[in-house]
Protein backbone atom coordinates (compact mmCIF):
# COMPACT_ATOMS: atom_id res chain seq x y z
CA UNK A 1 0.00 0.00 0.00
CA UNK A 2 1.37 3.18 -0.67
CA UNK A 3 0.83 6.51 1.43
CA UNK A 4 2.23 9.43 -0.43
CA UNK A 5 0.66 8.81 -3.47
CA UNK A 6 1.63 5.96 -6.19
CA UNK A 7 1.07 4.58 -9.54
CA UNK A 8 -2.71 3.88 -8.98
CA UNK A 9 -5.45 5.67 -7.85
CA UNK A 10 -7.77 4.33 -4.91
CA UNK A 11 -9.71 7.84 -4.69
CA UNK A 12 -9.32 11.19 -4.55
CA UNK A 13 -10.96 13.21 -1.79
CA UNK A 14 -7.87 14.78 -1.34
CA UNK A 15 -8.04 18.11 1.02
CA UNK A 16 -11.47 18.90 -0.07
CA UNK A 17 -13.58 18.85 -3.56
CA UNK A 18 -10.34 18.60 -6.22
CA UNK A 19 -11.48 15.33 -7.29
CA UNK A 20 -14.40 12.88 -7.28
CA UNK A 21 -14.26 9.96 -5.12
CA UNK A 22 -13.89 6.49 -6.89
CA UNK A 23 -13.71 3.08 -5.64
CA UNK A 24 -10.80 0.92 -4.90
CA UNK A 25 -8.73 0.13 -7.69
CA UNK A 26 -5.67 -2.38 -6.82
CA UNK A 27 -2.87 -2.62 -9.09
CA UNK A 28 -2.32 -5.23 -11.27
CA UNK A 29 1.56 -4.45 -12.59
CA UNK A 30 4.39 -5.71 -10.51
CA UNK A 31 6.25 -2.92 -9.33
CA UNK A 32 3.08 -0.42 -8.85
CA UNK A 33 1.62 0.29 -5.94
CA UNK A 34 -2.24 1.42 -5.27
CA UNK A 35 -2.47 4.55 -3.21
CA UNK A 36 -3.72 5.36 0.16
CA UNK A 37 -2.91 8.47 1.72
CA UNK A 38 -0.55 8.75 4.42
CA UNK A 39 -1.96 10.74 7.70
CA UNK A 40 -0.53 14.26 8.08
CA UNK A 41 1.29 13.94 11.09
CA UNK A 42 3.03 10.59 10.11
CA UNK A 43 4.79 13.20 6.69
CA UNK A 44 5.40 15.73 9.53
CA UNK A 45 6.88 13.00 11.79
CA UNK A 46 9.18 11.51 8.63
CA UNK A 47 10.43 14.73 7.62
CA UNK A 48 10.96 15.75 11.02
CA UNK A 49 13.70 12.24 11.17
CA UNK A 50 14.98 13.05 8.38
CA UNK A 51 16.12 16.52 9.38
CA UNK A 52 15.05 18.16 6.70
CA UNK A 53 16.12 22.48 5.78
CA UNK A 54 16.44 24.80 3.61
CA UNK A 55 19.12 23.41 1.61
CA UNK A 56 17.44 19.73 0.84
CA UNK A 57 16.24 18.54 -2.48
CA UNK A 58 13.66 16.09 -1.46
CA UNK A 59 12.27 13.27 -3.85
CA UNK A 60 8.58 11.58 -3.18
CA UNK A 61 8.53 8.22 -5.59
CA UNK A 62 4.63 7.87 -5.67
CA UNK A 63 3.42 11.39 -4.46
CA UNK A 64 -0.11 11.17 -4.56
CA UNK A 65 -1.55 14.45 -3.04
CA UNK A 66 1.53 15.99 -3.14
CA UNK A 67 1.75 16.19 0.56
CA UNK A 68 5.47 15.29 1.58
CA UNK A 69 7.21 17.95 -1.05
CA UNK A 70 4.47 20.16 0.02
CA UNK A 71 5.12 20.26 3.51
CA UNK A 72 9.07 19.68 3.31
CA UNK A 73 8.65 23.64 1.21
CA UNK A 74 6.40 24.87 3.23
CA UNK A 75 7.41 24.33 6.71
CA UNK A 76 11.10 23.00 5.94
CA UNK A 77 11.89 25.74 2.93
CA UNK A 78 12.99 22.65 0.62
CA UNK A 79 12.92 22.48 -3.04
CA UNK A 80 12.07 19.07 -4.33
CA UNK A 81 9.68 16.79 -6.99
CA UNK A 82 7.14 14.19 -6.72
CA UNK A 83 6.65 11.60 -9.26
CA UNK A 84 3.16 9.51 -9.57
CA UNK A 85 1.68 7.36 -12.97
CA UNK A 86 -1.83 9.24 -11.95
CA UNK A 87 -2.25 11.87 -13.70
CA UNK A 88 -4.89 13.42 -11.74
CA UNK A 89 -2.84 13.33 -8.81
CA UNK A 90 -0.38 14.88 -10.57
CA UNK A 91 -2.29 17.71 -11.53
CA UNK A 92 -4.42 17.77 -8.14
CA UNK A 93 -0.83 18.04 -6.45
CA UNK A 94 0.70 21.10 -8.65
CA UNK A 95 -2.72 22.95 -7.74
CA UNK A 96 -2.36 22.25 -3.75
CA UNK A 97 1.47 23.68 -4.16
CA UNK A 98 0.35 26.42 -5.90
CA UNK A 99 -2.41 27.19 -3.75
CA UNK A 100 0.14 26.63 -0.48
CA UNK A 101 2.46 29.29 -2.35
CA UNK A 102 5.28 26.83 -2.84
CA UNK A 103 4.32 26.19 -6.59
CA UNK A 104 8.17 26.91 -7.79
CA UNK A 105 9.78 25.01 -4.96
CA UNK A 106 7.36 21.76 -5.23
CA UNK A 107 6.79 20.12 -8.38
CA UNK A 108 5.26 17.36 -9.14
CA UNK A 109 5.29 14.99 -12.53
CA UNK A 110 3.07 11.98 -14.49
CA UNK A 111 6.03 9.77 -14.33
CA UNK A 112 7.00 6.24 -13.66
CA UNK A 113 9.03 6.15 -9.97
CA UNK A 114 11.29 3.23 -12.21
CA UNK A 115 12.19 5.68 -14.67
CA UNK A 116 12.51 8.69 -12.34
CA UNK A 117 16.15 10.27 -12.02
CA UNK A 118 16.60 10.35 -8.01
CA UNK A 119 20.36 11.39 -7.93
CA UNK A 120 19.56 15.41 -6.57
CA UNK A 121 18.03 13.81 -3.79
CA UNK A 122 19.63 15.09 -0.26
CA UNK A 123 16.51 13.49 0.93
CA UNK A 124 13.78 10.58 -0.65
CA UNK A 125 10.63 9.60 0.86
CA UNK A 126 8.33 6.51 0.01
CA UNK A 127 5.63 4.54 0.91
CA UNK A 128 5.60 1.87 -1.53
CA UNK A 129 4.35 -2.09 -1.21
CA UNK A 130 7.14 -4.50 0.18
CA UNK A 131 8.70 -6.14 -3.10
CA UNK A 132 8.59 -2.51 -4.25
CA UNK A 133 11.18 -1.42 -2.14
CA UNK A 134 13.15 -4.40 -2.62
CA UNK A 135 12.97 -3.19 -6.56
CA UNK A 136 14.34 0.18 -6.37
CA UNK A 137 16.59 -0.52 -3.12
CA UNK A 138 19.56 -1.45 -5.71
CA UNK A 139 18.68 1.59 -7.65
CA UNK A 140 19.33 3.98 -4.68
CA UNK A 141 22.27 2.51 -3.48
CA UNK A 142 24.28 2.92 -6.54
CA UNK A 143 22.23 6.44 -7.62
CA UNK A 144 21.80 8.28 -4.34
CA UNK A 145 24.77 10.05 -3.07
CA UNK A 146 26.74 8.90 0.61
CA UNK A 147 24.59 10.80 3.14
CA UNK A 148 21.54 10.28 1.23
CA UNK A 149 18.57 10.47 3.72
CA UNK A 150 15.63 8.05 2.65
CA UNK A 151 12.40 7.77 4.92
CA UNK A 152 9.64 4.60 4.30
CA UNK A 153 6.69 4.75 5.89
CA UNK A 154 5.04 0.85 6.67
CA UNK A 155 7.76 -1.06 5.05
CA UNK A 156 11.33 -1.99 5.08
CA UNK A 157 13.96 -2.71 2.76
CA UNK A 158 13.87 -6.71 3.50
CA UNK A 159 17.77 -7.15 4.65
CA UNK A 160 19.17 -3.67 4.78
CA UNK A 161 18.74 -2.37 8.37
CA UNK A 162 17.32 0.54 9.00
CA UNK A 163 19.55 3.30 11.08
CA UNK A 164 16.37 4.30 13.19
CA UNK A 165 12.39 2.59 12.96
CA UNK A 166 9.74 3.47 15.12
CA UNK A 167 5.84 3.14 15.52
CA UNK A 168 3.42 5.82 15.77
CA UNK A 169 -0.33 5.60 16.53
CA UNK A 170 -2.27 6.50 13.26
CA UNK A 171 -6.18 6.47 14.05
CA UNK A 172 -6.79 8.60 10.75
CA UNK A 173 -5.03 5.66 8.78
CA UNK A 174 -7.44 4.29 5.99
CA UNK A 175 -6.42 0.88 5.88
CA UNK A 176 -4.74 -1.89 8.56
CA UNK A 177 -6.43 -3.08 11.59
CA UNK A 178 -4.05 -1.52 14.72
CA UNK A 179 -4.49 1.66 13.24
CA UNK A 180 -0.68 2.05 13.75
CA UNK A 181 2.21 3.45 11.22
CA UNK A 182 5.78 2.47 10.90
CA UNK A 183 8.45 4.82 10.13
CA UNK A 184 11.97 3.53 8.77
CA UNK A 185 14.93 5.95 8.23
CA UNK A 186 18.25 4.53 6.38
CA UNK A 187 21.74 7.07 5.43
CA UNK A 188 23.07 6.07 2.01
CA UNK A 189 26.30 4.69 2.74
CA UNK A 190 29.63 5.42 1.00
CA UNK A 191 32.47 2.51 0.00
CA UNK A 192 34.19 2.05 3.42
CA UNK A 193 35.27 -1.56 2.33
CA UNK A 194 39.06 -2.60 1.51
CA UNK A 195 42.32 -2.00 2.81
CA UNK A 196 43.52 0.73 4.31
CA UNK A 197 47.29 2.36 5.36
CA UNK A 198 48.30 5.23 7.11
CA UNK A 199 51.06 6.66 9.70
CA UNK A 200 51.19 8.42 12.62
CA UNK A 201 54.02 10.20 14.34
CA UNK A 202 53.86 9.14 17.91
CA UNK A 203 56.41 10.79 19.68
CA UNK A 204 58.69 10.77 17.06
CA UNK A 205 58.24 7.03 16.05
CA UNK A 206 56.76 6.32 12.84
CA UNK A 207 54.23 3.85 13.17
CA UNK A 208 52.25 2.44 10.31
CA UNK A 209 48.59 1.45 10.29
CA UNK A 210 46.91 -0.98 7.93
CA UNK A 211 43.12 -1.79 8.65
CA UNK A 212 40.86 -4.01 6.15
CA UNK A 213 37.20 -3.41 6.28
CA UNK A 214 34.72 -6.06 5.06
CA UNK A 215 31.01 -4.06 4.86
CA UNK A 216 27.28 -5.06 4.48
CA UNK A 217 25.57 -2.08 4.27
CA UNK A 218 26.62 0.60 6.67
CA UNK A 219 27.94 -2.14 9.19
CA UNK A 220 31.25 -2.14 8.98
CA UNK A 221 34.01 -4.56 10.79
CA UNK A 222 36.87 -5.64 10.10
CA UNK A 223 41.05 -5.84 11.79
CA UNK A 224 43.40 -3.15 12.62
CA UNK A 225 47.45 -2.90 13.29
CA UNK A 226 50.13 -1.24 14.30
CA UNK A 227 53.87 -2.24 13.52
CA UNK A 228 52.48 -5.41 12.66
CA UNK A 229 50.48 -5.67 15.71
CA UNK A 230 46.71 -6.15 16.21
CA UNK A 231 44.83 -3.49 17.32
CA UNK A 232 41.29 -4.73 18.86
CA UNK A 233 38.57 -2.75 16.99
CA UNK A 234 35.80 -2.13 19.84
CA UNK A 235 33.66 -0.26 17.38
CA UNK A 236 33.08 0.71 13.91
CA UNK A 237 30.56 3.05 12.36
CA UNK A 238 29.70 4.15 8.99
CA UNK A 239 27.40 7.23 8.34
CA UNK A 240 27.03 8.02 4.89
CA UNK A 241 31.10 8.98 3.87
CA UNK A 242 31.69 9.51 7.76
CA UNK A 243 33.56 6.53 9.56
CA UNK A 244 34.20 6.11 13.05
CA UNK A 245 36.60 3.83 14.46
CA UNK A 246 37.63 2.63 18.23
CA UNK A 247 40.85 0.23 18.93
CA UNK A 248 42.31 -0.81 21.71
CA UNK A 249 45.80 -1.92 22.23
CA UNK A 250 49.43 -1.84 24.20
CA UNK A 251 52.26 -0.05 23.43
CA UNK A 252 55.52 -0.13 25.74
CA UNK A 253 53.47 -2.01 28.37
CA UNK A 254 51.08 0.79 28.53
CA UNK A 255 47.36 0.68 27.28
CA UNK A 256 46.32 2.50 24.67
CA UNK A 257 43.31 3.61 22.94
CA UNK A 258 42.68 4.55 19.60
CA UNK A 259 39.71 7.13 18.25
CA UNK A 260 39.80 7.71 14.46
CA UNK A 261 37.18 10.13 12.90
CA UNK A 262 36.87 10.98 9.31
CA UNK A 263 34.90 11.12 6.04
CA UNK A 264 35.65 9.02 2.92
CA UNK A 265 36.24 10.82 -0.07
CA UNK A 266 37.11 8.64 -3.02
CA UNK A 267 39.91 6.38 -2.05
CA UNK A 268 40.87 8.17 0.96
CA UNK A 269 40.37 9.35 4.80
CA UNK A 270 40.76 12.75 6.25
CA UNK A 271 40.13 13.19 9.83
CA UNK A 272 41.31 13.23 13.05
CA UNK A 273 43.08 10.51 15.57
CA UNK A 274 43.12 10.77 18.93
CA UNK A 275 45.22 8.69 21.03
CA UNK A 276 44.52 8.14 25.03
CA UNK A 277 46.72 7.32 27.52
CA UNK A 278 48.05 8.21 30.69
CA UNK A 279 50.22 10.94 29.98
CA UNK A 280 47.12 12.60 28.20
CA UNK A 281 45.54 11.81 25.15
CA UNK A 282 47.64 13.15 22.15
CA UNK A 283 45.57 14.60 19.08
CA UNK A 284 46.92 14.01 15.11
CA UNK A 285 45.41 14.32 11.66
CA UNK A 286 44.18 11.01 10.44
CA UNK A 287 44.91 11.28 6.28
CA UNK A 288 44.45 6.96 4.90
CA UNK A 289 44.76 5.71 1.72
CA UNK A 290 43.16 2.67 0.07
CA UNK A 291 45.16 0.47 -0.86
CA UNK A 292 42.85 -2.61 -2.28
CA UNK A 293 39.14 -2.55 -3.18
CA UNK A 294 36.76 -4.51 -1.50
CA UNK A 295 33.37 -4.75 -2.78
CA UNK A 296 30.77 -4.52 -0.33
CA UNK A 297 28.83 -7.62 0.45
CA UNK A 298 25.71 -5.53 -0.67
CA UNK A 299 27.09 -4.31 -3.97
CA UNK A 300 25.94 -8.42 -5.29
CA UNK A 301 22.18 -7.87 -4.60
CA UNK A 302 19.85 -7.90 -7.17
CA UNK A 303 16.03 -6.59 -7.42
CA UNK A 304 14.08 -9.94 -7.23
CA UNK A 305 12.90 -11.22 -10.38
CA UNK A 306 9.59 -10.47 -11.84
CA UNK A 307 6.85 -12.95 -11.19
CA UNK A 308 5.60 -15.12 -14.36
CA UNK A 309 2.29 -14.45 -15.43
CA UNK A 310 -0.46 -16.39 -14.73
Not at 117 to 124: Q, R
Not at 141 to 148: F, H, N, R, S, V
Request: aromatic share 8%; glycine share 10%; net charge positive.
Amino acid sequence: MKGTGSARAWCVAALATALCAAPPAWSQDYGDTPYVQTPQHVVDKMLEIAKVGPRDYVIDLGSGDGRMIITAAKKYGARGFGVDLDKRLVVLSNKLAAKAGVGKRAVFYARDLHETDVSPATVLTLYLLPEVNLMVRPKLLATLKPGTRIVSHDYDMGDWPPDLALVLDAPDKPVGRDFKSKVFYWVVPGKASGKWRWQLAIDGKVEIFELTLNQNFQKISGTLTMGGRNLKIEDAKLTGERIDLVATGASGGEALRYQFSGRIINHAIDGDARIVRKQGALQLAWNASRTELIEPAHAALKAPPMPLLQ
